[in-house]
């Protein structure tokens, strides 16, 4: 049932995101007409992330006077992060923001941002992002007809619970985790002795209603915005994951475009970082305020035995498929 369901919901954003697109593909040249893309964010529209987007929508609009016309269809509109990606991969819609997490599901070498504790701090994180390598991985994307145009800030995620407050690994034990997409993350909170359950973040809030889910993890902005906050009162301070969020495009509605079109959507992408990391910064304060307000209970914890729990899984992607990357992200660490 829960199938039918997704399948029809895509079915209808594919047909109406088909038909937005077509009404305006007139070659997208420079010579008239004007291209009209969706861009599909999870998040609702004050959220850091939709607030970037449209900053990025108005001033594509602008700076090419209306003839790249994108429409923000923010709130999950065209459905789950997944789902997106794969529309995003058919040209069904044209562009997304989204976590690396379930990119990993179509370009492997992003699972290496769901690692945990991988970077000490956002500014470590901000380093190897902004550097070549990282730069680079944008360019990857294209491996599966994408092109990565920013990296956004998602600050730090962190375990939230219904009922046992989560105080070290030891409490994961039998307790219903949500993860986000990408088996890293399921890896994860096994090795930290927690049961896994992947699940899109749209379930999340009736699952810790109904009881399927003991808790889940996310950023401070995602727990406050979703409303999962209203059941899972114990939030647990121990930064178990730093994964950025990207904004890609469809990488032939990208190649159609002229050069000088391309690099000023590359060239506005990278300005709206700005933007996109001075809001965030402001929405964690606030988020912080609400969940204080809110009567959440805040548990800082010391993350050494959370990291010991993973450091094995660590030690097993620095030695195989993220050896690589892993070097260049230790490398930033010790410039
Ligand atoms: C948020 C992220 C979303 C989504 C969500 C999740 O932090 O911004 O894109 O991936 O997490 O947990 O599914």
Redesign the pocket.
């Known amino acids: 049932m829960k199938k039918q369901t997704r399948s029809l919901r895509t079915l209808a954003a594919l047909g109406l995101v088909g038909a937005l697109a077509l009404t305006g593909c007139g070659g997208g040249g420079e010579s008239g007409g004007s291209q009209q893309w969706s861009l599909g964010e999870?998040?609702p529209k004050d959220y850091p992330?939709t607030q970037a987007d449209i900053w990025f929508a108005d001033h594509v609009r602008e700076r090419t006077d209306g003839r790249i016309d994108i429409s923000v269809r923010h709130s999950a509109q065209l459905g789950e992060?997944r789902e997106v990606i794969e529309q995003v991969q058919m040209g069904a819609a044209q562009m997304t923001r989204?976590?690396t997490?379930?990119v990993a599901e179509f370009v492997p070498a992003f699972g290496v941002f769901s690692m945990p504790y991988l970077f000490d701090d956002e500014e470590h994180l901000w380093r190897f992002l902004e550097g070549d390598y990282a730069q680079g991985m944008l360019g990857d994307l294209r491996e599966s007809g994408f092109v990565g145009l920013a990296y956004y800030e998602?600050g730090a995620r962190n375990f939230y619970t219904v009922d046992k407050p989560i105080t070290s690994p030891e409490d994961l034990e039998g307790l219903d985790i949500r993860v986000?997409e990408g088996s890293v993350n399921a890896d994860m909170v096994e090795a930290m002795g927690g049961s896994p359950v992947t699940m899109d973040?749209g379930e999340v809030y009736s699952s810790l209603e109904t009881g399927v889910l003991d808790g889940a993890e996310?950023?401070e902005p995602?727990y406050v915005s979703s409303g999962h906050y209203e059941l899972a009162k114990h939030f647990t301070m121990d930064a178990h994951q730093r994964i950025p969020?990207v904004l890609m495009i469809n990488a032939d509605v990208f190649d159609s475009l002229s050069e000088k079109d391309q690099q000023l959507l590359r060239d506005v992408a990278q300005e709206s970082v700005a933007e996109q990391r001075k809001l965030w910064d402001q929405e964690v304060e606030e988020s912080l305020a609400e969940m204080k307000d809110a009567g959440i209970k805040i548990h800082d914890v010391e993350t050494t035995e959370f990291q010991e729990s993973v450091s094995g899984l660590l030690d097993e992607a620095r030695k195989g498929e993220y050896s690589e990357v892993m070097a260049a992200i230790d490398e930033v660490r010790e410039s």
């Open positions: 999870t998040h992330t992060e989204v976590s997490a379930p998602a986000i973040y996310n950023n995602s969020e």
